[in-house]
């Protein structure tokens, strides 16, 4: 298993690279620049800040040197929040977006697989159309058009919770965010786990553990759980990434300081070194969490093997 770790680590490193320079000249060749104000900077003055920053330099020159200081992990100043540098207002905001994610991720992986897993048990039923009924709806329905209306709601109208703001990062402030970004990752897992189990109960160890007259409970839990889990896990990997770097929507729509704000506020003022590290940061995300899915996976299906 560890040389399994080494070689997918090993083989990650070409993606990061890949995400990383693709970004770097797309930022750079999009119209506009982090110096481009309504009110136009003196022209020394913007040839003084271009040359602090290296945005005088050849293209190939600038990437050179931001590799180079990425190598040693120095994401750069951000032009924009110039009293800080990327990988100071990086920490400041993960905290709060893994606070957040780590909600969601827990109410969507434990809550869809629940619920797909009842469904499943009572395939065809009402309460098996109800229950996809509504994960159609979640699936469907972006989180940008759910936390507006949530906000509205539960914050405007009824003013039962805030309509934004981290306040003290109590269930009041976080109930919201967590529920608009979670539903629609709870739903994908209903469907994966509803889908799953149902081929799984009808496969031949599941029938001589029912004809052996185990009760459905130990039959479902102990035999038929472990191999229905594995679509839900390989899904896993890529929702953890997402959604423990942060929302862009759920963090702008309330307001939350997370990493997604600044990714929104990076991009919108071209801040090159801004969005350079959340897009570091979010590549780095999906690798570990791909590599901790393989593992998992290889542990939930003795089949797997990769010695």
Do not use: C
Not at 52 to 79: C, E, I, K, T
Not at 110 to 124: D, P
Not at 174 to 186: D, E, H, K, W
Not at 203 to 213: F, K, L, P, S
């Amino acid at each position: 298993m560890l040389r399994f770790v080494l070689r997918r680590l090993m083989s990650a490193l070409p993606t990061i690279f890949i995400v990383v320079t693709m970004s770097f000249f797309l930022m750079r060749v999009a119209p506009g620049g982090p110096f481009n104000l309504e009110r136009p900077l003196e022209p020394q003055t913007l040839e003084n800040l271009k040359r602090a920053f290296l945005l005088d330099q050849p293209l190939v020159v600038q990437y050179g040197h931001y590799l180079w200081n990425l190598l040693h992990g120095d994401f750069g100043p951000s032009f924009i929040y110039r009293d800080f540098t990327v990988a100071q207002l990086i920490a400041n905001s993960l905290p709060y977006s893994m606070v957040l994610g780590s909600w969601a991720l827990l109410l969507a992986v434990f809550g869809g697989i629940a619920i797909g897993s009842y469904a499943a048990l009572r395939q065809n039923s009402f309460v098996d159309y109800a229950v996809m009924s509504i994960a159609s709806f979640g699936i469907t329905v972006p989180n940008f058009v759910l936390a507006p209306i949530l906000s509205f709601v539960f914050a405007v109208v009824l003013h039962w919770l805030p309509a934004g703001g981290w306040g003290d990062g109590g269930p009041a402030n976080l109930l919201l965010p967590v529920i608009s970004l979670a539903l629609p990752q709870l739903a994908v897992f209903a469907r994966i786990t509803r889908g799953s189990m149902i081929e799984t109960l009808r496969a031949d160890h599941i029938r001589t553990a029912r004809a052996y007259g185990l009760p459905t409970r130990v039959v479902v839990v102990v035999h038929a759980m472990r191999a229905a889990l594995v679509p839900a896990v390989s899904y896993l990997g890529p929702v953890a990434a997402a959604v423990l770097t942060g929302s862009v929507v759920v963090e702008t729509v309330f307001g939350l300081p997370g990493v997604g704000r600044y990714f929104v506020l990076g991009a919108l003022n071209r801040d090159y070194t801004l969005v350079m590290g959340t897009v570091v940061l979010i590549s780095v995300f999906i690798v570990v969490f791909n590599l901790l899915v393989d593992i998992l996976y290889a542990v939930l299906d003795p089949r797997v093997r990769y010695e």
